[in-house]
């Protein structure tokens, strides 16, 4: 399994980034994803999470009207939309296969992870 992430950059505050997931390996598509991200100091932390065929999703509260999930499951690639973009938000942004059922929100419940992407948001 390889997990792929791409899109973070620098971006100012109230501005919006869209990160991609491209995932491969055996029956990718039959896996709920999640993303995750990890400030400096401080420990990652779930994000949201997107079921296998795209019809469900939730977030953490911080991100919640800010943020939405969506999946290709033509591409095998996931995407995290980010709208009115925080200083707060400022991290490395992680995705991840679940390894258990939809609305894992713990990082142990996750089991293949990608490399991150930098998303870094000045006032």
């Known amino acids: 399994v390889l997990l792929v992430e791409s899109g973070g950059g620098l971006v100012q505050a109230g501005g919006s980034l869209r990160l991609s997931c491209a995932a491969s390996?055996?029956?990718?598509?039959?896996?709920?994803m999640g993303w995750f991200r990890q400030a400096p100091g401080k420990e990652r932390e779930f994000v949201g999470a997107?079921?296998?065929?795209?019809?469900?999703?939730f977030y953490v509260d911080s991100v919640k009207g800010r943020f939405t999930l969506s999946r290709d499951t033509v591409k095998n690639t996931v995407y995290l939309q980010m709208n009115n973009l925080k200083p707060e938000d400022t991290a490395v942004y992680y995705c991840?296969?679940?390894?258990?059922?939809?609305?894992?929100?713990?990082?142990?419940?996750?089991?293949?992870w990608g490399q991150g992407t930098q998303v870094t948001v000045s006032p």
């Open positions: 991840a296969r679940a390894a258990f059922q939809f609305g894992s929100v713990r990082v142990v419940e996750y089991d293949y």
């Open positions: 390996g055996p029956d990718i598509d039959r896996y709920n």
């Open positions: 997107i079921e296998w065929n795209g019809r469900s999703t």
